[in-house]
């Protein structure tokens, strides 16, 4: 498996990902897409809404504000607990996990030490992980605002708008990409766990009834969307949570993990979480958030399935996962071998030579209708390939002196290395068959 650094100077050289503000010596925790990694996570996020808004009749989609109505944060119980208990050491500042002191920083007679310089640590103190900000030009009590730290408040503020607009009957499920803040007390693993990053998720509401029958329902459909954007099935498993582990509401909730390089960690959550969201919300803003069912004229708080996962960290395993080395005639090849449906490019067309720039643009220009394209012309042939295999395009097509007479290109195929010669106008055709075989 391929270890972090590896992978992280690959992403930077690649494109993929970059250290943000890196001319000001970078800022811990936040990190920028490069040309290549925006198509990857667009690529990612796009066949997670195609499967679960798109092709779905019970799915609506929903694009709320990341700064909401502090009473949000109050009724969700962020606020109040939404904190990981922290120490500081008191010799070189840095601040630690609580649970990161292990017995093995300690020490002989348990008392604990900064795992970095030995110094005297203070006691655990809880951190609240909400970014804070003010809104408009007092900055007071009364203007604090947070940066949300999950997408999924605003869809149960939202529910009774978007239930009544949508007209939707139970069940239905409302979902949401965005942008999520949370001021991690140790950032760490790239873009795993960092302090800006995104989530997708779906909030399915249902009977209470039928919650379980549900969350058995969206814990395989969530575990099969991976399989189908490629990642291995032996680098995934499903861990259901133990009785203790689960929140006092919880029914149930199940992590989907993967094998990172250090270790088994969570993608994804998927929980049934009974009505408590909407209660809360409920209960703190004293509106009405009941369902009124027609047909049996009932009125109660629906129960919801959350389906809760990273697009950061999905990117991560797939990257970790596509990852491959190679001898090729004695030298190193490195791989992407990413699924076509999340592959940056699918595919890259190249001049042989710089004579040969307008046929080939003309080409790729036409290519792009139907496939996500890169155009390339830089270095010779074989560099080309390489820079192509290490951002995983599957197909690579060079147009060369004969393509004029012959109305015909060579087509490369990442992962065989082998090269036919098809004719111009069957090219959308055979790539449409490779990809869809
Ligand atoms: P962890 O235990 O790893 O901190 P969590 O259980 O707090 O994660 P959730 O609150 O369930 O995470 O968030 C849902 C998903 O959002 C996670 O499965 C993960 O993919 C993503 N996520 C959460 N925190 C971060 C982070 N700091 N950086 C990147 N992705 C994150």
């Not at 708008?161 to 965005?178: C, D, E, H, T, Y």
């Not at 197909?395 to 109305?407: A, E, L, R, V």
Request: net charge neutral; hydrophobic share 35%; with cysteine.
């Amino acid at each position: 498996m391929v270890d972090m650094d590896t992978l992280t100077s690959l992403c930077k050289r690649r494109g993929f990902v970059f250290q943000s503000s890196e001319i000001y010596g970078g800022i811990n925790g936040f990190w920028d897409f490069g040309p290549v990694g925006v198509e990857l996570k667009r690529r990612v996020k796009d066949s997670w809404w195609k499967r679960i808004v798109q092709w779905r009749e019970d799915v609506v989609g929903l694009d709320t504000s990341i700064i909401a109505h502090p009473q949000t944060w109050v009724a969700s119980g962020h606020v109040s607990h939404f904190s990981d208990p922290m120490i500081d050491c008191k010799k070189c500042k840095r601040r630690f996990r609580a649970d990161e002191i292990n017995p093995s920083t300690s020490s002989g007679h348990g008392e604990k030490k900064c795992p970095e310089c030995g110094g005297e640590l203070t006691e655990a103190r809880q951190f609240n992980l909400m970014f804070q900000t003010y809104v408009g030009a007092n900055q007071d009590a009364a203007s604090l605002a947070y940066l949300r730290p999950e997408t999924c408040q605003s869809i149960f503020t939202e529910f009774k708008n978007v239930q009544s607009v949508a007209r939707l009957k139970i069940p239905f499920g409302i979902a949401q990409i965005g942008k999520a803040f949370r001021n991690e007390i140790t950032p760490r693993n790239f873009i795993f766990r960092s302090r800006e990053f995104e989530q997708m998720e779906l909030e399915f509401f249902c009977h209470p009834k039928e919650s379980q029958k549900w969350y058995e329902y969206w814990v395989q459909e969530r575990f099969d969307w991976f399989l189908s954007i490629g990642v291995k099935k032996e680098n995934l498993r499903l861990r259901p949570h133990a009785k203790d582990e689960l929140a006092h509401y919880a029914k149930g909730c199940t992590d989907i993990e993967f094998q990172m390089p250090f270790g088994w960690s969570e993608l994804e959550g998927i929980a049934d979480r009974s009505d408590y969201d909407l209660s809360q919300h409920i209960k703190t803003s004293g509106k009405d958030l009941d369902y009124f069912d027609e047909e049996t004229k009932a009125k109660f708080v629906p129960a919801v399935v959350e389906t809760s996962v990273g697009v950061d960290r999905t990117c991560l395993s797939l990257l970790i996962d596509a990852y491959r080395e190679e001898e090729v005639k004695g030298e190193k090849r490195i791989v992407l071998g990413f699924h076509p449906t999340i592959a940056p490019f699918q595919i890259a067309v190249f001049p042989l030579s710089g004579k040969l720039r307008e046929p080939a643009i003309k080409l790729e220009k036409d290519l792009r209708k139907y496939f996500a394209a890169d155009y390339d012309e830089a270095g010779s042939i074989g560099k080309r390939y390489r820079r192509h295999d290490e951002v995983g395009t599957p197909f690579c097509i060079t147009y060369d002196f004969q393509s004029d007479q012959d109305h015909a290109v060579t087509v490369r195929n990442r992962d065989t290395m082998q090269q036919d010669r098809i004719a111009i106008d069957q090219l959308v055709r055979y790539l449409n068959d490779k990809f869809s075989s």
